[in-house]
């Protein structure tokens, strides 16, 4: 079953499989059609219930309430990234949830299943969609320390082209937090989470050019810098189509400098 037709499925069985205010035969379904172990979980089924609790939190809150902190817990990559999802959704549609809700969020980005931090990620993208002022100030607050992972994750929630071009707030957000990415990748020591962090900014700095031309000007400044992970990250942006088919003449000319 394809991740089309199993997001389907949920949706026509929903109400039998909560029916009975049981963890059980939600789980089930959602570990029987996850995609893992594999290379690629589904999302779409993952999205599908994430929308479905959301619209069922009225009637049942308590019983999902439960659901997504047996599914947080459970040590299950995908039941941990659905979980992390759809507490994006509920907060979408129920604010009054965020005392409990924003903490297993924010520990999330720091599972060591990486599944399950990307779930944090997604919550963001919803809450930026459709909550962006919220969003926005979450972030600040969780990348007050300026945590790597959280960065990381902050940097890839943000990078959503289509919010950018409805949202100069959150274009600077994600300049702001790009160079404090890019601080951080030059100051710290070679961690695993300062390289993802690294690895993202491989692509969100393009995704910022493609929305403001003007942020090439600072490629221009991290390439003259000499400092050899940003001219790594941002001959990494070079490459990517988004800037390279818009802005021809200009990336021809940063190649020229980088060499």
Known sequence: MGEKESAEELRGSWDRLITDLQVE???RFMQKHSGLPGTRGNITLAAEASRLIAKSWDAEGLFLLG???KWDSSGDEYLMFAAHMAI??????????????????YKGNFSRLWRAREGVTFALEA????????ALALIDAWCADRNPIVIRNAVVALAHPSQLRASSEQLNALKKYNNIGMELVAASAKTPDVEMLAKSLGFTLSVTAEADES????FEEWISSCVKPWRSIVKENLGKSRI???????????????G
């Open 215 to 218: 942020y090439l000007d600072m």
């Open 67 to 69: 659901l997504i902190e």
């Open 244 to 258: 390279a088919k818009k802005y021809p003449a200009r990336i021809a000319a940063l190649r020229l400098l980088l």
């Open 88 to 105: 994006g959704y509920i907060l979408v549609v129920r604010p009054s949830e965020e005392s409990w809700a924003v903490p297993i969020l």
């Open 25 to 27: 035969p939600v789980t």
């Open 127 to 134: 809450l930026l969609e459709k909550r962006r002022d919220y």
